[in-house]
T-cell receptor, first 114, second 111 residues
Framework: KQEVTQIPAALSVPEGENLVLNCSFT??????LQWFRQDPGKGLTSLLL?????REQTSGRLNASLDKSSGRSTLYIAASQPGDSATYLC?????????????FGSGTQLTVLP | DAGVIQSPRHEVTEMGQEVTLRCKPI?????LFWYRQTMMRGLELLIY????????DSGMPEDRFSAKMPNASFSTLKIQPSEPRDSAVYFC?????????FGQGTRLTVV
């Protein structure tokens, strides 16, 4: 059974810092890795999707990498801003038998201080 | 496209009552997922459909939970009878292939 772990659970940084959020998964047989952002009381917003054949994806100040062999993904946020404050979730897409599974980590709660 | 639309956004009900949550997926998406989010357990997959057919319902916690997808543009998740431990945020997500798009969720409180 796939297990996804995110470290740290919470992170507080001053505005302008570059930061890295970590995600690890136990089963490397995934078809993709997706990063989401969740604001309090809101739904999940997809940030980046990395297919299993890819190593990284970039969108603006965000860069996500994937290393399937080691079971790790990182989300890099450059020049952080207070508006980046949210919970960041990673999810590993795989199969359990023939059924698709999207297994979530418990998230990293990020606070960017002005 | 307006994205995945869920209703109601908030639901407060008494224990024992029937609760129906609704979801309209993004047009053209073949997959529809129902998730539940709690502080203790995080996001859990309850059930998912492919082309309106339930594929995996192993995450449905009990027989009190049921889900239907009568057509490509509508799905329901029903809890009957509801219990206080069902209180959570319920998310619907749809996907055209491997990327998932989530609705805003329904916050359910059972008192």
């Amino acid at each position: 059974k796939q297990e996804v772990t995110q470290i740290p659970a919470a992170l507080s940084v001053p505005e302008g810092e570059n930061l890295v959020l970590n995600c690890s998964f136990t089963d490397s047989a995934i078809y993709n890795l997706q990063w989401f952002r969740q604001d309090p009381g809101k739904g999940l917003t997809s940030l980046l999707l990395i297919q299993s054949s890819q190593r990284e994806q970039t969108s603006g100040r965000l860069n996500a990498s994937l290393d399937k062999s080691s079971g790790r993904s990182t989300l890099y946020i450059a020049a952080s801003q207070p508006g980046d404050s949210a919970t960041y979730l990673c999810a590993a897409g795989g199969f359990s038998g023939s059924a698709r599974q999207l297994t979530f980590g418990s998230g990293t709660q990020l606070t960017v201080l002005p | 496209d307006a994205g995945v639309i869920q209703s109601p956004r908030h639901e407060v009900t008494e224990m024992g009552q029937e609760v129906t949550l609704r979801c309209k997926p993004i047009s053209g998406h073949d997959y529809l997922f129902w998730y539940r989010q709690t502080m203790m357990r995080g996001l859990e997959l309850l059930i998912y459909f492919n082309n309106n057919v339930p594929i995996d319902d192993s995450g449905m916690p009990e027989d009190r939970f049921s889900a239907k997808m009568p057509n490509a543009s509508f799905s329901t998740l029903k809890i009957q009878p509801s219990e206080p431990r069902d209180s959570a945020v319920y998310f619907c997500a749809s996907s055209p292939n491997t990327e998932a798009f989530f609705g805003q969720g329904t916050r359910l409180t059972v008192v």
